[in-house]
């Protein structure tokens, strides 16, 4: 089945060492996004792809950046972790900008130690 | 005061009741989608709709666009619907981005 998947599902970093992670599509889809979801609150998107565009959120932390290779795959890496970057991370696509369904990735819940 | 408000926060029922989760939005969209999200886990996205009703099963929602309202309906309700239902409306009319402005979610708890 098409879909989006995160990899991994469970990701423990210690504070200051950089991680990444992974999300890869087989939708096809243009739009690929990267949200933060902190314990008991709404998604907060960090940024997204338009193809190869990247777009960043005014509020997004310097320490996080994004890129995508290709069409299928997006990485989020944190350079430094934090205690406070401790969420849930979801990847979702979209097809394009005529298309406004968004799909979402099981998310990866990272941990900081 | 967020663009999207979402009541009730928590709602309990028992099994086999009838649910309604209320979504209200301030600004004009182009879609308003429910998602629904279990403890721990990502995000499945259950409708997108701009206008009307849609019916999945027995999931329905329903948005009036003129009272900027949207409702999701749960029939016949089972102790694994239970958890977090959020509405997120969508800003953008078009262009590269579709970005979602989320409600704060409904905690949902079905007992048997």
């Known amino acids: 089945d098409a879909m989006v998947i995160q990899n991994p599902r469970y990701q423990v970093t210690q504070f200051g060492k950089p991680v990444t992670l992974s999300c890869s599509q087989t939708?096809?889809?243009?739009?690929m996004y990267w949200y933060q979801q902190k314990s008991s609150q709404a998604p907060k998107l960090l940024f997204h792809?338009?193809?190869?565009?990247?777009?960043n959120e005014a509020d997004t932390p310097d320490n996080f950046q994004s890129r995508r290779p290709n069409t299928s795959f997006c990485f989020l890496d944190i350079r430094s972790p934090g205690l406070g970057d401790a969420a849930m991370y979801l990847c979702?696509?979209?097809?394009?900008?005529?298309?406004?369904?968004?799909?979402f990735g099981p998310g990866t819940r990272l941990t900081v130690t | 005061k967020n663009e999207v408000e979402q009541s009730p926060q928590n709602l309990t029922a028992q099994e086999g009741e009838f649910i309604t989760i209320n979504c209200s939005y301030s600004?004009?969209?182009?879609?308003l989608h429910w998602l629904q999200q279990h403890p721990g886990g990502g995000i499945v996205s259950l409708f997108m709709?701009?206008?009307g009703k849609k019916k999945h099963g027995r999931l329905i929602a329903t948005i009036n666009i003129q009272e900027k309202h949207s409702s999701l309906h749960i029939t016949a309700s089972h102790p694994r619907d239970s958890a977090v239902y959020i509405c997120?409306?969508?800003?953008?009319?078009?262009?590269?981005?579709?970005?979602?402005?989320f409600g704060t979610g409904t905690l949902l708890a079905v007992q048997p």
């Open positions: 709709l701009s206008s």
């Open positions: 792809y338009y193809d190869k565009d990247f777009n």
């Open positions: 997120a409306a969508r800003k953008g009319y078009g262009g590269a981005t579709n970005k979602l402005i």
């Open positions: 979702a696509t979209s097809l394009d900008s005529l298309s406004y369904e968004q799909y």
């Open positions: 939708l096809n889809h243009n739009v």
């Open positions: 600004v004009g969209i182009s879609a």
